[in-house]
């Protein structure tokens, strides 16, 4: 069993950057990809990013390439999102995830956090 808490979320200015983070705790964290997805209102929830369970594996969604940085503190039990240069349309409810595989892509999570809320907005 994995128990993911998301934190980070705010209000921020477009251009600007937040870092969200994911506390996770159960023994099979280093062994486990993890992924970020959001969901803004009305809208399905998407993939942004994923890292395998050393780090050394990522993927992102072409709309947040670039722009976000996903890493991993497998000591702390800890994922990290770092968001830069954001925009509107980023505004959404951000989830953690992770899977029961040692790398994922966009599919295959099985455990998943509350969500924080980031908004985007001047």
């Known amino acids: 069993q994995v128990q993911l808490v998301e934190s980070g979320g705010g209000l921020v200015q477009p251009g600007g950057s937040l870092r969200l983070s994911c506390a996770a705790s159960?023994?099979?964290?280093?062994?486990?990809?993890m992924g970020w997805f959001r969901q803004a209102p009305g809208k399905e929830r998407e993939f942004v990013a994923t890292?395998?369970?050393?780090?050394?594996?990522?993927y992102y969604a072409d709309s947040v390439k670039g722009r976000f940085t996903i890493s991993r503190y497998n000591a702390k039990n800890t994922v990290y999102l770092q968001m830069n240069s954001l925009k509107p349309e980023d505004a959404a409810v951000y989830y953690c995830?992770?899977?029961?595989?040692?790398?994922?892509?966009?599919?295959?999570?099985?455990?998943w956090g509350q969500g924080t809320q980031v908004a985007v907005s001047s």
């Open positions: 159960g023994r099979t964290f280093s062994s486990s990809a």
């Open positions: 890292i395998g369970w050393s780090g050394g594996t990522t």
């Open positions: 995830a992770a899977a029961s595989t040692k790398v994922a892509h966009t599919t295959g999570y099985e455990y």
